[in-house]
């Protein structure tokens, strides 16, 4: 499939999930909190700057910049999905934000001027991009010098049973999501150290930090987990809506069995790494 044709699918795909990310935001902003907080300190966003927030989903890390720039700054978030982009304007407006320019973009052919923005945040975006490359040269080209970029991506899969478990019920019953998921645009495909440290430096960048962090996204009871991951895990939604009834009740029985091994004091936290970047 062409590199055009595979942006159009991830368009799609993305724009079909955007109300359940919306609905869901919270719980996963929550679960993400750490990280999202990371990004910001990396990119230290000052008042009157502008930060660009790619692949934003509903927008929440770009939020924490945000607030941090001031009357005379300016976020600006961007998605692929026109659905995402429009769960921004609400969350924005519910924040009081109003230096937020919400705008539908793709990453990889960014429609902003040469050094006209000062960092660059995205979590858990990068990774979903059929040409990676090509997205890095683009942040490159739009960051004024000295600007920061900070993102994060999935780490390794065993690192991640916050995924792992509802593609292991669908595997088992043999409905695993098509394509490779270490091929780029695979949930994987920049889980790698090194990947990362050579895209960046073959896009221009400088004093290139990755480190790895980890965590646990919380749920009260294993129906939890299979409500979240059934409505907003990529490709799975619409794995599960063209099953039968009787096998999705299957599945759903031996995943929230899975989750039962994570079942703690107040909940089940179920482990969550991903790989954080951080460049100049």
Do not use: K
């Amino acid at each position: 499939m062409a590199e055009s044709e595979l942006t159009d699918e991830v368009r799609t795909t993305w724009d079909g999930l955007a109300p359940a990310w919306e609905r869901h935001r919270t719980q996963v902003f929550e679960g993400f909190r750490p990280v999202s907080e990371w990004l910001v300190e990396h990119v230290s966003p000052q008042p009157g700057q502008t930060v660009l927030e790619v692949a934003a989903g509903p927008g929440d890390t770009g939020f924490l910049a945000a607030a941090r720039l001031g009357d005379n700054g300016r976020l600006i978030s961007t998605d692929i999905a026109p659905g995402m982009v429009e769960a921004v304007r609400r969350g924005a407006a519910e924040h009081g934000l109003v230096h937020v320019d919400c705008r539908v973009m793709d990453a990889q052919r960014l429609d902003l001027d040469d050094a006209s923005v000062d960092g660059v945040l995205c979590r858990l975006g990068f990774m979903l991009m059929p040409d990676p490359a090509a997205a890095f040269r683009e942040v490159r080209r739009v960051l004024r010098e000295g600007g920061r970029l900070a993102y994060a991506v999935i780490g390794s899969p065993p690192a991640n049973p916050w995924m792992g478990l509802m593609m292991m019920g669908l595997v088992e019953r043999g409905h695993a999501p098509a394509g490779d998921p270490f091929a780029p645009g695979g949930p994987f495909s920049l889980s790698d150290h090194d990947r990362n440290r050579a895209l960046l430096t073959e896009a221009g960048f400088d004093d290139v930090e990755v480190t790895d962090l980890t965590g646990a996204m919380q749920f009260e009871s294993p129906a939890g987990y299979w409500d979240l991951q059934s409505q907003v895990g990529g490709p799975i939604p619409a794995i599960i809506e063209g099953l039968p009834v009787d096998e999705v009740a299957e599945i759903r029985a031996t995943v929230e069995a899975m989750v039962e091994q994570y079942a703690t004091s107040d909940g089940y936290a179920v482990p969550s790494s991903v790989v954080a970047v951080a460049a100049h």
